[in-house]
């Protein structure tokens, strides 16, 4: 059962109260209002994240804000309606750690059941800028496989984006590795 948000009592449209119901089989409950029969679609939260890379090590930064502050994320953040997501890496990076920054590719999207947040996740690495912490930032610290905080990472999203990132680097490396093993035999 899909539950709403207890904030939304009313309508955005004309101020009617708003109810719970199935408008279409096989579909979660929407609100509707009882007086004009406005749908209230509540969407996901878009945010934007990037694994960045810099002098062979990933920037990770201990969160100053709630939730979860004091525990490490990758640099991210809401993207602003009408605002490419790419863009957002981008701004959200500079602001959060000082960096510049050039997107390689998209590592992956994550999404959890009950979670509102979509977290699109790109591969990066810095161009420019030095290294700070931002106002929502304690701590932007450089970290290598090995000495990555597993235990005390915020988000689900962060651990699983970290262990795609490692893992398409193993594959990548392996198969270089094999191309040019393939080569030296021919």
């Known amino acids: 059962m899909h539950h709403h948000n207890p904030e939304f009592h009313f309508c955005p449209v004309c101020g009617g109260p708003v109810h719970s119901t199935c408008i279409k089989w096989g579909e979660p409950e929407r609100l509707v209002c009882s007086a004009c029969d406005f749908v209230l679609y509540l969407d996901p939260k878009v945010v934007s994240c990037t694994v960045l890379e810099t002098e062979g090590n990933i920037v990770l930064l201990k969160r100053a804000i709630k939730p979860q502050s004091g525990k490490w994320v990758l640099p991210g953040g809401y993207v602003d309606r009408g605002e490419p997501v790419p863009q957002a890496a981008v701004r959200e990076a500079q602001e959060e750690c000082g960096l510049e920054i050039r997107i390689k590719r998209l590592l992956g999207v994550y999404s959890y059941p009950g979670k509102i947040p979509v977290v699109i996740v790109y591969m990066a690495e810095a161009v420019g800028g030095e290294m700070i912490s931002g106002d929502e930032t304690r701590e932007a ?19 699983d984006a970290l262990r795609d990132y490692f893992s398409h680097i193993r594959t990548h490396k392996n198969n270089k590795g094999e191309k040019a093993r393939h080569e030296n035999d021919t």
């Open 141 to 159: 610290k450089m970290f290598s496989e090995a000495t990555i905080p597993w235990q005390n990472l915020a988000f689900q999203s962060t651990a």
